[in-house]
């Protein structure tokens, strides 16, 4: 599986940010799926899973009730809508895949990586 993120720029503190990550290769109806940040000076931090049929989803503590999850199998995509942004939400995003139906939030668990696309909230 090959990932590759995209819709991150810069927003103004309490805007609305919208993240993709398009999916290539096998198995991505099969994968869960997951964003992760990296601030800087920072460890990378879990945002946000999904499995693979949307029906189960987690997120981290600092993003509930502020951003959403989904997927679309039909195109291979699945998206990150923030909302309320905060400055601390300042990072590059990453999205990942793991071949399994267990929703962890372990970065080491997923083996497949996008590139990353940096989001700047500004205060």
């Known amino acids: 599986v090959q990932l590759q993120a995209s819709g991150g720029g810069l927003v103004q503190t309490g805007g609305s940010l919208r993240l993709s990550c398009a999916a290539s290769g096998r198995g991505f109806s099969d994968n869960v799926m997951g964003w992760f940040r990296q601030a800087p000076g920072e460890e990378r931090e879990f945002v946000a899973a999904?499995?693979?049929?949307?029906?189960?989803?987690v997120y981290g503590d600092s993003v509930k009730g502020r951003f959403t999850i989904s997927r679309d199998n039909t195109k291979n995509t699945m998206f990150l809508q923030m909302n309320a942004m905060k400055p601390e939400d300042t990072a590059v995003y990453y999205c990942?895949?793991?071949?399994?139906?267990?929703?962890?939030?372990?970065?080491?668990?997923?083996?497949?990586w996008g590139q990353g696309t940096l989001v700047t909230v500004s205060s």
């Open positions: 990942a895949a793991r071949a399994s139906s267990l929703i962890v939030t372990f970065e080491n668990e997923y083996p497949y």
């Open positions: 999904i499995s693979w049929n949307g029906l189960r989803i």
